[in-house]
T-cell receptor
Framework: KNEVEQSPQNLTAQEGEFITINCSYSVGISALHWLQQHPGGGIVSLFMLSSGKKKHGRLIATINIQEKHSSLHITASHPRDSAVYICAVHKNSNYQLIWGAGTKLIIKP | EAGVVQSPRYKIIEKKQPVAFWCNPISGHNTLYWYRQNLGQGPELLIRYENEEAVDDSQLPKDRFSAERLKGVDSTLKIQPAELGDSAVYLC????????????????FGAGSRLTVL
């Protein structure tokens, strides 16, 4: 079983819809990252979380340390949000960065 | 701020040739990562530095790959000799050491170096 699991693997939605991507992990962590990668593009760090909630524009990230679960939400989704969203965690034991498999999001106009 | 700078952006070589990639992390970032990303897959960690010390190189194919981070700043990743299967994007990233509550996006990636081995 992977230490970081994301769901769904693929998500297609209409412009304007509220999007939720989930990340569950099974190891002790010191921090969790949400990252974005556009097709053929570089990886951009969206959020780094250790507790609670962070908001940036239309993006919201939450984390529940007790449940070992994080969610990334996109409000009023737009075709330019189409990308792969990756959850990655820093393990407590050696600060290694463990990546989820990514969620491919497509927003249709 | 310039961000994480990588060069070259693109490199095409024939198999058995050597190749080197360079990374300049964000000033003050003590942790530096080299990743390899194959098309359609997530990044695979090759090596992680804390300052000038390689603290995790378990995934680095040491028979042909080498890396160094002199003075704990810039880093180079070398492949010698390159094989067809080495074609990938090589990503460099840097971060503060667990500066989790800084409020900033402290894990920053470079644009990557795309290697094609013919």
């Amino acid at each position: 079983k992977n230490e970081v699991e994301q769901s769904p693997q693929n998500l297609t939605a209409q412009e304007g819809e509220f999007i939720t991507i989930n990340c569950s992990y099974s190891v002790g962590i010191s921090a969790l990252h949400w990252l974005q990668q556009h097709p053929g593009g570089g990886i951009v760090s969206l959020f780094m979380l250790s507790s609670g909630k962070k908001k940036h524009g239309r993006l919201i990230a939450t984390i529940n340390i007790q449940e070992k679960h994080s969610s990334l939400h996109i409000t009023a989704s737009h075709p330019r949000d189409s990308a792969v969203y990756i959850c990655a965690v820093h393990k407590n034991s050696n600060y290694q960065l463990i990546w989820g498999a990514g969620t491919k999001l497509i927003i249709k106009p | 701020e310039a961000g994480v700078v990588q060069s070259p952006r693109y490199k095409i070589i024939e198999k058995k040739q050597p190749v080197a990639f360079w990374c300049n992390p964000i000033s003050g970032h003590n942790t530096l990562y080299w990743y390899r990303q194959n098309l359609g897959q997530g990044p695979e960690l090759l090596i992680r530095y804390e300052n000038e010390e390689a603290v995790d190189d378990s995934q680095l194919p040491k028979d042909r790959f080498s890396a160094e981070r002199l003075k704990g700043v810039d880093s180079t990743l070398k492949i010698q000799p390159a094989e067809l299967g080495d074609s990938a994007v090589y990503l460099c990233a840097s971060s503060f050491y667990l500066a989790v509550d800084s409020g900033a996006n402290v894990l920053t990636f470079g644009a990557g170096s795309r290697l094609t081995v013919l």
